[in-house]
């Protein structure tokens, strides 16, 4: 070291001068902390905003996947139900093929009916037209049957009046005679 390194005047003045850069650097060192200060200030202001934007859009990433999985229930619960709807209608289009099968059945056997219906009401018209004639029929011969009945009872009166006349009764003889001849006659 050199002698005049070691004054003691010069010793101070070196410290003023090292202290006067040193209070410029800390000045600068605080200005540069205020400008830092303002920008960290403003960094964690848009940094509150960011974590304010982050929450907002994960309640909505959070509702959305809510609704997505909402909206996918629904569509296979919606898919369950074309399912059963379309099970549903192959069974009603079955039944309504085997009903149209049962109808045309049941066509053919109501045709089948009313051809023996009108068979049967033909042959009951017969049937009526042979009751009346014979109906017809059974009056005349009870007419007749009366009116014979009516001639034998004259008949029979007739007789039972002739046999019991004197006339009669005094020819007895000859009749028994020619029941002897044989009722031959000459």
């Known amino acids: 070291m050199k002698s005049a390194d070691l004054d003691p005047a010069a010793l101070v003045h070196r410290m003023?001068?090292?202290?006067?850069?040193?209070?410029?650097?800390?000045?600068?060192?605080?200005?540069?902390?205020?400008?830092?200060?303002?920008?960290?200030?403003?960094?964690?202001?848009?940094?509150?905003?960011?974590?304010?934007?982050?929450?907002?859009?994960?309640?909505?990433?959070?509702?959305?996947?809510?609704?997505?999985?909402?909206?996918?229930?629904?569509?296979?619960?919606?898919?369950?139900?074309?399912?059963?709807?379309?099970?549903?209608?192959?069974?009603?289009?079955?039944?309504?093929?085997?009903?149209?099968?049962?109808?045309?059945?049941?066509?053919?056997?109501?045709?089948?009916?009313?051809?023996?219906?009108?068979?049967?009401?033909?042959?009951?018209?017969?049937l009526e037209e042979m009751h009346h004639d014979a109906t017809r029929r059974l009056h005349e011969a009870a007419a007749v049957l009366a009116a014979r009945e009516q001639r034998l009872a004259e008949l029979d009166a007739e007789i039972r009046t002739m046999k019991t006349s004197r006339s009669w009764r005094w020819t007895a003889w000859l009749r028994a005679l020619e029941r002897r001849l044989g009722g031959r006659k000459p």
Do not use: F, P, W
Request: aromatic letters at 0%; charged letters at 30%.
């Open 16 to 126: 003023r001068q090292q202290l006067i850069l040193v209070q410029v650097r800390i000045m600068e060192l605080e200005d540069a902390r205020d400008e830092a200060g303002a920008r960290l200030a403003e960094c964690q202001e848009l940094l509150r905003a960011a974590q304010t934007l982050a929450d907002g859009k994960l309640d909505e990433a959070t509702h959305l996947e809510k609704v997505r999985a909402d909206l996918q229930a629904q569509y296979d619960h919606l898919r369950h139900v074309q399912h059963v709807t379309n099970e549903a209608l192959n069974a009603a289009r079955h039944e309504l093929a085997d009903a149209g099968e049962a109808l045309a059945t049941e066509r053919q056997n109501s045709a089948d009916l009313e051809s023996r219906l009108s068979q049967v009401n033909e042959a009951r018209r017969r």
